[in-house]
């Protein structure tokens, strides 16, 4: 008599195939943002029709392990990053816990000795150097007194007129009178901060975040309360929601634009969203737009700035990112706040640098910025493509990589064995620098993580970085 098991019906066409291509996944053939084989050459492989090959599919993306991209096929999904439900108790930023190795990072970015891939800096080669100088020299020479004196808050008004304008881009108008030039955004985090908080306050930020940002809150005395933040969509809305119904919080610090580290993009809709929970519960935003510029789309998104009504959104930007890191000029558009920031500036730096405000504003007046800006977001998107695939072929499976819409940034999980202190230290000995997730968070959670800038053309030099990175990882796992 046959057995209950050989009397089992066979399994059908569309799950053995579907059960194929999950092992696939599971085993490592398949990395996670890769193309899965085609519909028609499932079809050709497997003898089916292509209706049982689309359902194969259908299972596939039913149980998490595929998704569908527009004319593109099906792809592997990432696992989602660990997102936990509620954030712990705010925390003070520990004196030291993360300022050594922040300051090696950047000692890494001007050693012409290491491959600097740690430092979310733009190469040198991929900024418009040439034709700064140039209109840095032609200002210097008409500037006369003017360029060596004191150009006191708010700032160059040429330079504000052009921001003006820019703003225009990303849905807000704004007059050049509700700007302040800052010497760069870290300053502007920091003036807005001053303005809006004091000692033993609590700050919502986005984790993994930004570590300057970490930094800027430790010296302001601040207490650090992380949202999670999803990897493509930005802060979870729905957890800090909860969160301000259940204690108190006086300022949250977003990156709806490309966010740093993860590059997470706020959709609008979103971005609208927040403005007004917090405009609900009087909190003010302060919003970092430092990557806004830099979509691989045709055009910007709108910013949270252009959905506030209230003037509790402070906005923050500068020009490091995609124009002249040196030059250390950003701004401020403080909203209600705007009186106590400019205060916070005279008592801080006093005044931005003259000659490099009148040069950026030279560059932007004569109307190339736009056309610059497609072309740097061009070769930042091809940079990623590259560092991307190169790192999911040379790392240990399980290895899961973002992908950014936008900046020039990764974001790094490795299998929870490696750890990314460790894998820093080795790296660095190999004379490459890259900034550890332990830098981006105060509770612990990024361990196995890290960060890695593309801020520079890909090439022989950085492929084999990546190999020597994940050599270096793989060996932990052994």
């Known amino acids: 008599m046959p057995s209950p098991a050989s009397r089992a019906a066979p399994q059908p066409l569309y799950k053995h195939i579907a059960d194929t291509v999950a092992k696939m996944i599971h085993d490592g053939v398949l ?27 259908v299972e596939l993306e039913s149980s998490g392990l595929v998704e569908p991209r527009h004319k593109s096929g099906f792809f592997v999904k990432a696992p989602p990053q660990a997102l936990f439900d509620l954030p712990g108790p705010p925390r003070v930023p520990m004196s030291g816990s993360l300022g050594n190795r922040h300051a090696s990072l950047f000692d890494a970015v001007v050693s012409a000795n290491l491959i600097a891939l740690g430092g979310a800096v733009p190469g040198a080669d991929m900024l418009p150097t040439v034709k700064l100088n140039r209109i840095l020299a032609e200002k210097a020479r008409h500037a006369g007194a003017r360029g060596v004196m004191y150009d006191l808050p708010p700032g160059s008004e040429a330079l504000r007129r052009q921001i003006s304008k ?79 119904k259940n204690q108190p919080v006086h300022a949250c610090i977003a990156l709806p634009a490309f966010s740093n580290p993860l590059g997470a993009a706020m959709s609008d809709d979103a971005k609208q969203q927040l403005v007004a929970l917090l405009q609900k519960h009087q909190i003010p935003l302060i919003e970092d737009d430092v990557f806004g510029e830099l979509p691989f789309g045709p055009k910007r998104a709108r910013t949270c700035k252009s959905y506030d009504d209230s003037g509790l959104v402070l906005f923050c930007s500068s020009f490091s990112k995609t124009l002249a890191p040196g030059y250390r000029v950003g701004w401020v558009i403080p909203g209600r706040y705007y009186h106590a920031v400019r205060m916070a500036k005279l008592t801080h730096t ?23 800006l497609r072309s740097v977001r061009a070769t930042y998107k091809e940079n ?93 796992i052994q």
Not at 210 to 216: E, S
Request: overall charge neutral.
């Open 31 to 57: 990395r996670p943002g890769e193309r899965t084989p085609s519909l028609r050459a499932i079809c050709n492989q497997h003898g089916v029709s292509m209706s049982t090959a689309v359902q194969a599919f």
């Open 384 to 476: 990623i493509t590259h560092m991307r695939r190169a790192i999911l072929e040379e790392f240990p499976a399980g290895t899961t990589v973002t992908m950014p819409q936008g900046g020039f940034l990764l974001w790094v999980t490795m299998p929870p064995q490696v750890d990314a202190i460790a894998l820093y230290d080795r790296a660095l000995a190999k004379g490459i620098s890259i900034a550890p997730g332990h830098l981006f968070s105060l509770e612990h959670h990024y361990t196995h993580c890290i960060r890695i800038s593309c801020g520079e053309p890909w090439s022989p030099r950085l492929a084999a970085a990546i190999r020597t990175l994940g050599t270096l990882a793989k060996r932990q």
């Open 166 to 244: 820019r703003m225009l881009k990303g849905g807000a108008v704004v007059a050049p009178a509700d700007i302040i030039t800052t010497c760069g955004a870290t300053e502007a985090l920091m003036l807005c901060l001053r303005a809006v908080t004091k000692p033993g306050d609590v700050v919502a930020v986005e984790s993994p975040t930004y570590f300057g940002i970490l930094h800027v809150l430790e010296a302001l005395s601040l207490r650090v309360l992380e949202i999670p933040t999803d990897p493509q969509h930005g802060m979870r809305l729905d957890v800090l929601e909860h969160v301000l």
């Open 350 to 372: 006093l005044a931005t640098a003259t000659l490099p405000e009148l040069a950026i504003a030279g560059f932007l007046a004569e109307g190339g910025y736009d056309h610059w």
